[in-house]
């Protein structure tokens, strides 16, 4: 039986029940690691949750107010496929202010269904089927997926420890074929927690150019920096020190090629009113909405408008947050380099501990369930995030200050008794 070229996974077989099997697109996409490890902890009492990427701070209140204003006012009908004005026009004034990058609000931004559905209609936009796609591993696993469902092909590019998983340009030139289309870029990274630096996103942008591809960049994670290589934090948008957050789009020439993601989940903790944006050149842009519309006819009104209010409302909420972030992140840290086969760098962004295990003699399943089942942590083996990832766990300090110093305890002292 011949495998299927763009999905990896076995066509049907013809037979009585063929018509009634799942397709061959929905077979390649198998249970990510962190399913397994959530589907697990839920059958154990008393486990410390670090496997979700989701911040445990509850959305501010003026963002929550909007929200109910909004049904008052009886905003509850279709939106644009593009997103409300009022919304698109806030998104391209914080990218204007703090991207350095001008998208125009009636063209070049779409409102979607979280940055998920952003990436994947990003993908629709550029790519046709059989194209490939360079994805970094390690890497959000979602990535793999979309770039299947899509029809495209995944390739990955790897991002290797002993830089800081840094874009390595010779290295991901290996990679490129007459069928590459598109590169995907996430900094700061989820899992690594790595921030590419500016000579690395000029290095990207070079690359790019030179090869002549389309840059998705994922930039949700864009306000999680912590600092300037010198343990100082710094929020500020105008922040310039080489651990700052730049967006790829803001380099010569670059706009025109990119598709910038970016969501509200995770900086206003708005993980489950599933809205963010694509914004890109008004070819590209308008591609989207096409798409967008096809796929969602429109992105509930009443979340725009809370994300309205998110985007041009009060922003200590994120400055307070970000600052427990780091607090919680160096914290985490330490603990783990305090125990048994752990050594663990500083992630400068994100909210991700990504701990090198090797020395355990356990591949990172076998680490992650042993810890699941004798500790009650719940983390998520690096294998979950491509095959660069193996010998690593992630760890998300999205918990409180005291689960985080629980949860070392706790696995610290299963990894005694294992090693012992």
């Not at 077979?27 to 989701?54: K, T, W, Y």
């Not at 994922?218 to 934090?233: I, L, R, S």
Request: glycine residues 8%; hydrophobic residues 35%.
């Amino acid at each position: 039986m011949k495998e299927n070229k763009l999905s990896g996974s076995v066509p049907r077989v013809k037979g009585e029940n063929r018509n009634r099997e799942p397709s061959a697109r929905s077979r390649s996409l198998g249970l990510s690691g962190i399913r397994q490890i959530f589907e697990r902890a839920q059958s154990l009492p008393d486990v410390i949750r670090l496997e979700f990427g989701e911040p445990d701070f509850d959305t501010p209140e003026n963002i929550k107010q909007a929200a109910v204003k909004a049904i008052e006012r009886g905003y509850t009908k279709y939106s644009s496929s593009s997103g409300i004005p009022e919304l698109r026009r806030a998104i391209s004034e914080k990218l204007e202010r703090e991207n350095k990058i001008y998208y125009d609000p009636k063209s070049e931004i779409v409102v979607t269904t979280g940055a998920t559905a952003a990436i994947y209609n990003a993908l629709l936009a550029t790519l046709d089927p059989g194209d490939e796609v360079l994805i970094p591993d390690p890497g959000w696993a979602t990535y793999v997926h979309a770039v299947k469902l899509s029809g495209a092909i995944p390739v990955p590019y790897r991002l290797r420890k002993e830089t800081g998983f840094s874009f390595e340009r010779e290295e991901v030139q290996r990679t490129i074929t007459g069928k590459t289309r598109a590169i995907l870029i996430n900094s700061p990274s989820n899992p690594t927690g790595s921030v590419f630096s500016k000579d690395n996103i000029q290095s990207i942008a070079e690359f790019a150019e030179e090869n002549d591809l389309f840059v998705i960049s994922d930039e949700v994670y864009e306000k999680f920096v912590y600092g300037n290589g010198d343990g100082t934090a710094n929020f500020s948008p105008a922040h310039t020190g080489q651990d700052a957050h730049m967006s790829i789009a803001s380099l010569p020439r670059m706009k025109e090629r990119t598709v910038t993601i970016n969501s509200f989940s995770k900086t206003y903790a708005m993980t489950g009113w599933r809205i963010g944006y694509a914004a890109a050149e008004k070819g590209i842009g308008e591609a989207i909405s096409r798409i967008n519309a096809a796929a969602n006819s429109c992105i509930s009104t009443i979340c725009q408008y809370a994300a309205l209010e998110a985007l041009t409302g009060p922003q200590e909420s994120v400055t307070n947050m970000i600052s427990e972030f780091k607090r919680r992140r160096d914290l985490l840290v330490r603990l783990l380099n305090e125990i048994d086969g752990f050594e663990c760098f500083l992630p400068r962004g994100a909210f991700y501990a990504f701990p090198d295990v090797r020395a355990t003699g356990m591949n990172s399943q076998e680490l992650a369930m042993f810890i699941l089942n004798e500790a009650h942590v719940a983390l998520i083996p690096g294998s979950a995030f491509g095959s660069e990832g193996e010998g690593h766990l992630r760890l998300a300090y999205a918990n409180s200050y005291s689960k985080i110093e629980q949860a070392a305890e706790r696995i610290k002292k299963a990894m005694h008794s294992k090693l012992s």
